[in-house]
Every structure is written in C-alpha cells, then in structure tokens.
C-alpha cells in the first residue's frame, strides 16, 4: 500500500554516493541497516560500546563507546554525514548532543516519545488511533485507583526500558498488582487493560524526507516466551482491516514528521476492532521478512528516507513467514537450516548462544496469495517441529 502524504515537502539534498551513515547501536538492526546502506552505495559507521558486534562486523567503521560519553559521541558524529539510530534507548543529552553536530534522523522527539509509555500512548490517541484503556501509576494508591478505573485482568509495564516482555506483569487481583509493583519497581508504572486479542499485528511505514509515506502489508506476530516467533506476511485478515491498519499507522507516521522507518504493532480484538500497542520509530524484527520478499526492504527503505532519496512503493513480490532463531536451542538447528529446501538463512554474527538472544532468522517465501494457515506454517518449517 502507498499513499502519498500531504505534509509540507522538505528539500533536503540527497546523501552522495560514498557518504557516511552514522547507525547509533551495533545490533542485528544496525547490520541489516550497515548492509542495505553498503548495497546503495554508502558507508555505514557504527556507535557500541561493545567489541566485535553484529553490526560493526559488516560496517566501514566503528566507534568503540559509550551512548552517553561526550568524547565517543563527538568522535562518532565526526566520522558521519548523518546519523540514525537501530535502537530507541539512547539518552536525551546523548540525542541532544548527536543533533547539535549532525542531521539526525528520525528526530530525537520521535524517539524520546517511544522510549517512555505514557507520553507514547497520550500522543497515540492525540493523533486519534485507538488504544486499549490506560492510566499512569505513579503510587500505590494511583494503583489502586487505576485498578477500580481498568478491571482486572490488567498489565501492569514500567514506562520505561521494557522490551520482549521485560519490565511488565499480568495482574488478575489487588494483591497481585501491589506485588508487582514492589517487585518492578521503581515508579512510574503504566497500568492498561488486559486486551483479549484475536492476534497481533503490526504495520512498517516509512516516510521519506520529501514527505511520501509508503507502508508494507500488515503482518501477523506470533510470540513464544514474550519473544517474537513467527511472522506471517501478510496477515490473514480482511482487507479492509488490513487498509484500517495501514492507515493507522499512517496518520501516526505523518502526525510525527517521521524521516525512516517506524513500525506500529497493533492488537486485533475479538470483536474484529484495532487497537495500537506500541511504536518503535526504526527497522522492526517483524519487518524481517521484507529482505526477501520485497524488492525494497525495511532496511533499504529506512535508508533511503535518512539519505534523502526517493522511497519507492512497499511491495511484495511473495508471501513470507518469518522465524526468529532464538538461543542456544534454535542455533543448534542451523546445520539442519542450510540444508533445509527453501529456507533463507539469516545469521547475526553474534559469538553468544545465550537464552532468549535473537540469533538470526529464517524466511520462508509463497507465491503471492499461497500463504498457508496454521498447520501449513509448521510444515513448512518442518525443521523446527
Ligand atoms: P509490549 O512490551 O508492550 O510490546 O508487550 C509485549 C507483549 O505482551 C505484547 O506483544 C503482547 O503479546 C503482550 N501484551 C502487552 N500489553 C498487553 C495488553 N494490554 N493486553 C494483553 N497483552 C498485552
């Protein structure tokens, strides 16, 4: 789906050939990015304070630091034209630092709006998407009052650094919730409904420095553990949901002056209607699947949009699912994946098999409209089962 934007056009001089892209964070996000940028031309300068990640393997260079060191900061800018980020948590005086040297993009508001909830969750619904019901937890007796407003079940989240179920309890009674906040603290806390959905959704838009927004299909998230599984792309939903959720996703990514990618995962309720969970303003796990399956893929797309170069149309030339390899477990069955028919193989790079960590993934494309169902899905990754 491609929909052209009515926010005012920035011109903005495209990133020559050869340029610098400066990826804030050295993860899996930042290799997938380092390559897309490598594949267009551009060099890839990563920030880390890690030794040997994933995405300084496969970048021009690397600066060897921390997020918040002046000094690493300084020298990271130096070293590029113009800066992005592969992950959300980087500190405002790191964020205010990067953009008194050099254009960053996206703009450090959109980032600071989805490192915290709350202020996540009140622009959601100001940019009139709906979300389940929510309130801020500050105190015990906010709690408290916060239960009788919601119900229960609920889900108790810390407003900030949570991630793959991290930092978020399901509470079912009083005692419950006033454990888990003992147990999560400190404060602030959000508290929202539990939301019984159908399934979960999410949506990658990208929106380019001239304004255009284009969004790929949305796409179906199985989870295991809190982790994402599985991706099924697109998701098997009705089509005009699935125009419902890409305009969601949108309306947010204009309402935000998004310059890259942002990905909006979304519930379905029981009752067929949307609600938005949270945002994350860069290339998303469950946009995998785009790097084999579109001739433009979420990382090129999130690059482009950070250079200044046109975006071309979010398509599909297959369907796809998507399996993360996830821990020692998963990576134990790569030898049997290279040898797997069909299976397209992702590896991070990463020297660690620890529990949980994301190692790499797995795509399994489908001609157009031949995504099978459930039982299909495990078949066809038949080496998982
Ligand atoms: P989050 O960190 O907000 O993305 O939450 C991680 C996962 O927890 C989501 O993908 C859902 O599966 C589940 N979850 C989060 N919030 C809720 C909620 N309000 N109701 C039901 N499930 C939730």
Request: hydrophobic share 45%; with cysteine; glycine share 10%.
């Amino acid at each position: 789906m491609t929909a052209g934007s009515a926010a005012a056009p920035v011109k903005a001089a495209a990133l020559p050939p050869n340029a610098t892209i400066g990826i804030v964070g050295g993860g899996q996000l930042g290799r997938m990015s380092a390559l897309a940028a490598a594949r267009l031309g551009y060099r890839a300068h990563i920030l880390t304070p890690e030794a040997d990640s994933p995405a300084a393997q496969v970048a021009a260079g690397t600066t060897i630091g921390s997020y918040d060191d002046p000094d690493a900061l300084r020298a990271f800018a130096a070293a590029a034209d113009v800066i992005t980020f592969e992950f959300e948590n980087v500190s405002a005086v790191g964020l205010d630092l990067l953009s008194s040297l050099r254009p960053v993009h996206p703009a450090p508001a959109i980032l600071r709006l989805s490192q915290e909830r709350v202020t996540e969750k009140s622009f959601i619904n100001g940019a009139g998407a709906p979300t389940g019901a929510w309130a801020p937890v500050n105190t015990p007796d906010e709690l408290e009052r916060a239960l009788g407003l919601l119900g229960m079940p609920a889900v108790l989240k810390t407003t900030r650094l949570g991630y793959d179920g991290r930092g978020q309890a399901i509470v079912r009674t009083p005692e419950e919730a006033h454990a888990a906040y003992g147990r999560l603290a400190p404060a602030p806390f959000i508290l929202e409904a539990f939301v019984d959905f159908a399934c979960e959704i999410s949506v990658v838009v990208a929106r380019g420095q001239d304004g255009r927004i284009v969004a790929y299909d949305p796409v179906e998230n199985r989870h295991r553990n809190h982790i994402l599984d599985l991706t099924l792309a697109p998701a098997q939903i009705t089509q005009e949901l699935a125009l419902q959720a890409a305009g969601i996703a949108t309306d947010l990514a204009h309402c935000v002056g998004l310059v890259g990618v942002l990905a909006v995962e979304m519930f379905v309720g029981r009752d067929g209607g949307l609600l938005v969970n949270e945002l994350a303003p860069r290339p998303h796990n469950s946009g995998h699947w785009t790097i084999d399956a579109c001739p433009a893929s979420q990382f090129e797309m999130h690059v482009r949009a950070v250079a200044g170069l046109p975006l071309p149309a979010a398509v599909r030339h297959s369907d796809a699912v998507m399996k993360n390899l996830v821990g020692p477990d998963d990576l134990a069955l790569w030898p049997r994946i290279l040898a797997a028919p069909g299976l397209i193989p992702h590896l991070y790079g990463k020297a660690e098999a620890r529990p949980g960590r994301k190692m790499g993934h797995v795509t399994r494309l489908f001609p157009l409209g031949a995504l099978p169902g459930a039982f299909g899905v495990e078949a066809a990754l038949g080496v998982f089962a």
